[in-house]
């Protein structure tokens, strides 16, 4: 009568381990077959095996989730910095339309309607060429074309402005008022 298969589907296995460890086992297995040494084993301690398997995944989800909220924290604080700038530069412009306009309205009464080149002699600009420049860059940046009143103007709210462009006049002879 034929021995019956230990095994129904063996698998061949190599290990290498420490020569002490062996000799501990091999004194502990006694006649007990090396396959059926490591089967009880994995028996015993599957749960701790499969538990420590588990947590070795989750402690390289863990450390790749730190890797990776350390680099939304570098961006959160570059798109923070970059929102501080903006603001910083729409607090600087705001002072700056606030300034303009206020100077604007002392020397501009309202219901007036001046020449531009009058209203640069009262603001202190020396007349010539840059006086010229000054009334094109402020239109350029600050005005945009509407019709006021009727009339085809060029209106900047932010500073409380309209000019009226003459087409018989250079810039300097556009008249301007207050924005009423």
């Known amino acids: 009568m034929a021995r019956r298969a230990e095994y129904t589907d063996p698998k061949i296995i190599t290990a290498v381990i420490e020569g002490s460890v062996k000799a501990e086992m091999d004194a502990a297995r006694g006649r007990q077959s090396w396959g059926k040494l490591i089967m009880s084993l994995w ?15 989750l402690e390289k989800e863990n450390a790749e989730l730190k890797k990776l909220v350390e680099e939304m924290r570098a961006q959160i604080e570059q798109l923070q910095a970059r929102l501080d700038g903006e603001s910083a530069y729409r607090v600087k412009k705001q002072k ?12 501009l009464k309202p219901g007036e309607r001046i020449k531009l080149v009058y209203l640069f002699r ?4 020396p ?8 009334a094109e860059t402020l239109i350029t940046n600050w005005f945009n074309e509407a019709e006021y009143n009727g009339e085809r103007a060029l209106i900047s709210r932010d500073l409380g402005l309209v000019i009226y462009p003459d087409t018989q006049r250079g810039v300097l002879g556009w008249t301007v008022s207050r924005l009423e």
């Open 127 to 134: 007349p010539g060429d840059g006086m010229k420049h000054k």
């Open 122 to 125: 009262r603001l202190g600009v």
């Open 96 to 107: 700056q339309i606030e300034a303009m306009r206020a100077e604007f309205a002392d020397v």
């Open 43 to 57: 028996a015993v301690h599957k749960g701790d095996v499969v538990d420590k398997m588990r947590l070795e995944q």
